[in-house]
């Protein structure tokens, strides 16, 4: 399961390198409890994601990756790319395709996720939601995000 994680991890930086510079880059650390459908009960994890921001004409569209790790009995990795929307400043919309491990088992799924960033500078703090559903099974994570802007 560790060397499918650190593949995942690199897959997830090579993304950030080769997206390009623009507007803006941010990268978010969000940690929570993960409700699991199969298992009917709540894990801690943690997602790290990437975003980049292209505002052509103020475009409030963004694309992203993101690495997702589930603790409990079996560990869950997810990898999963994103399409991002901002309605308002501070508020952000998220979906995209993704491939979650477990164990020995793998599945594609959809991801959708929001959060609400309150600007500290160049940090932003503020819950984060995110569900993804594989056909089969759902989790369900809800917590705290906390992102850098460069």
Not at 54 to 59: E, L, T, V, W, Y
Not at 68 to 94: A, C, N, T
Not at 102 to 129: C, M, Q, R, W
Request: with cysteine; hydrophobic share 40%; aromatic share 14%.
């Amino acid at each position: 399961m560790t060397k499918k994680f650190l593949w995942l991890t690199l897959i997830c930086i090579h993304t950030v390198v080769f997206v390009g510079a623009g507007e803006r880059h941010s990268i978010g650390l969000a940690s929570g409890m993960v409700y699991l459908s199969d298992d009917k009960k709540f894990d801690p994890g943690l997602q790290l994601e990437y975003s980049y921001s292209f505002m052509q004409g103020k475009s409030p569209f963004s694309v992203g990756s993101a690495v997702e790790v589930i603790f409990g009995e079996e560990r869950h990795i997810g990898l999963g790319l994103q399409m991002g929307y901002s309605p308002i400043k501070g508020w952000d919309l998220g979906v995209g395709p993704g491939v979650m491990f477990e164990g020995d088992n793998h599945y594609f799924s959809i991801n959708i996720a929001t959060s609400y960033g309150f600007d500290l500078g160049k940090i932003s703090i503020g819950p984060a939601v995110e569900l993804a559903h594989t056909g089969k099974h759902y989790h369900f994570l809800s917590g705290l995000l906390i992102e850098l802007d460069f």
